[in-house]
């Protein structure tokens, strides 16, 4: 279901917003059952690097930015918007459809405790389902699209080589439709976008489509996962 919730620039309003977004949003589960994926053949090799930044979509941000703070190495995961031709735009902008900027995350992490061939692991099992297109669950439209925003040739090549892994090994009974793109901009989303499933874990939205998540990143990747919350930016 496409959201299309007038959003107001002041707190006040945004925090009005909040209460009625699972509303909009419908009630109808994207969480699928985790899938057991190989570690990628090829990974990222990063020297002397003390952080990496990455930008994934899929899907509501909420749901992928709970995911990516639960992951160790994870210093800092941002809902934002990515991929469009509008500059700073807004969550109503994105909603309509019209800028081109999907629902993503930026994701800054320490290379030395988490790979970015790990992070695409994590990705494709359980932070969301790269055989929906355009889609994730109750949420339709391009701004829901799966999109991979590479930062590097190392990150495309990384990414480009472990989607042809999970195509020859068939562990999809879909075509993956995850898209490799080069990043361009990113755009933070407004304040009572960040940190939403953590703050508000009793609402439905949250329960059904985004809390099933994490408990399946604290259940297939047992290394990886952090009770401590990472921060955003």
Not at 23 to 37: E, K, N, W
Not at 91 to 107: F, I, K, L, M, P
Not at 201 to 227: C, H, M, Q, T
Request: net charge negative.
């Amino acid at each position: 279901m496409m959201r299309r919730v007038s959003r107001g620039n002041a707190v006040f309003g945004g925090l009005l917003v909040v209460a009625g977004l699972v509303f909009a949003r419908g009630l109808t589960a994207a969480t699928r059952d985790p899938v057991s994926l190989p570690a990628p053949a090829q990974d990222e090799l990063v020297a002397n690097a003390k952080t990496e930044t990455a930008v994934f979509a899929g899907g509501c941000f909420w749901g992928i930015q709970a995911v990516f703070q639960h992951v160790k190495g994870v210093t800092s995961a941002t809902s934002g918007f990515a991929g469009g031709t509008v500059s700073h735009p807004s969550y109503e902008d994105v909603s309509s459809g019209a800028t081109g900027h999907a629902e993503s995350v930026r994701v800054v992490f320490d290379p030395s405790q988490v790979t970015y061939g790990q992070l695409l692991q994590v990705f494709f099992s359980v932070a969301h389902d790269p055989t929906e297109l355009n889609r994730q669950g109750p949420d339709v439209g391009t701004q829901y699209r799966s999109a991979l925003f590479y930062m590097s040739a190392e990150q495309q090549h990384t990414a480009e080589a472990y989607i042809d892994q999970l195509t020859k090994s068939h562990v999809f009974s879909k075509p993956i439709v995850t898209q490799v793109v080069a990043f361009k901009a990113f755009y933070p989303a407004e304040a009572y976008h960040q940190n939403y499933a953590e703050l508000h874990p009793n609402d439905p939205y949250i329960r059904i489509n985004d809390a099933p998540k994490v408990v399946n990143l604290k259940k297939e990747f047992p290394n990886l996962y952090s009770e401590k919350l990472a921060a955003h930016d």
